[in-house]
Nanobody
Framework: VQLQASGGGLVQAGGSLRLSCAASGRTFSSYAMGWFRQAPGKEREFVAAISWSGGSTYYADSVKGRFTISRDNAKNTVYLQMNSLKPEDTAVYYC???????????????WGQGTQVTVSS
């Protein structure tokens, strides 16, 4: 599976962005998908994940209630809708694919290239 993340950019605090992650291959619907982020000088951290069917979603406490993960298996795409953005959300955001949902990066087999999100105060 090859993953291509997009949709990042510069936004003011309180604003919104929607990230997309397009996957190649016909097996996309069999993978759980996750979003992670890494800010400068910090470790990569889990943001959100979704089961292969889309029926189950998982969020880090820091984004719960503000971010929504979703997927469209017909389009081989997973999304991350980010609302009420804060400066601390500034990071490079990565999408990843795994056989089962996980909260740790090592549980994911395939990674996209990352997209920069910058939230100004």
């Amino acid at each position: 599976v090859q993953l291509q993340a997009s949709g990042g950019g510069l936004v003011q605090a309180g604003g919104s962005l929607r990230l997309s992650c397009a996957a190649s291959g016909r097996t996309f619907s069999s993978y759980a998908m996750g979003w992670f982020r890494q800010a400068p000088g910090k470790e990569r951290e889990f943001v959100a994940a979704i089961s292969w069917s889309g029926g189950s979603t998982y969020y880090a406490d820091s984004v719960k209630g503000r971010f929504t993960i979703s997927r469209d298996n017909a389009k081989n795409t997973v999304y991350l809708q980010m609302n009420s953005l804060k400066p601390e959300d500034t990071a490079v955001y990565y999408c990843a694919a795994a056989g089962v949902v996980g909260y740790q990066g090592y549980e994911y087999d395939y990674w996209g290239q990352g997209t920069q999100v910058t939230v100004s105060s």
